[in-house]
Nanobody, 118 residues
Framework: QVQLVESGGGLVQPGGSLRLSCAASGSILSINTMGWYRQAPGKQRELVAAITRGGRTNYADSVKGRFTISRDNAKKMVYLQMNSLKPEDTAVYYC????????????WGQGTQVTVSS
């Protein structure tokens, strides 16, 4: 089992920045990829950014050049630095940990609200 706890959400004006953090605990040695997803009201949950154990990253087109995902394996932390925020970035952001082998298992945090508004 893996437990994930997000922090760092809040209210920010358009053009502002926020940094989300995700603290992982439990059987994290089995985790291949960690990432951030978001879900806006009335929309499906979507991938924002992901990072492999080796540091390879993947971003949604809508956040490329604005968001940066990073990972500290020693501290068991994953971060999402969000710059140049837009109102359309408003959503609940979820930390994800994925185990991939013969089966795929996803673990989720409880989510943190990000609101971009003037």
């Amino acid at each position: 089992q893996v437990q994930l706890v997000e922090s760092g959400g809040g209210l920010v004006q358009p053009g502002g920045s926020l940094r989300l953090s995700c603290a992982a605990s439990g059987s994290i040695l089995s985790i291949n990829t960690m990432g951030w997803y978001r879900q806006a009201p009335g929309k499906q949950r979507e991938l924002v950014a992901a990072i492999t154990r080796g540091g390879r990253t993947n971003y949604a087109d809508s956040v490329k050049g604005r968001f940066t995902i990073s990972r500290d394996n020693a501290k068991k932390m994953v971060y999402l630095q969000m710059n140049s925020l837009k109102p359309e970035d408003t959503a609940v952001y979820y930390c994800n940990a994925r185990y991939s082998s013969s089966v795929t298992i996803d673990y989720w945090g409880q989510g943190t609200q990000v609101t971009v508004s003037s």
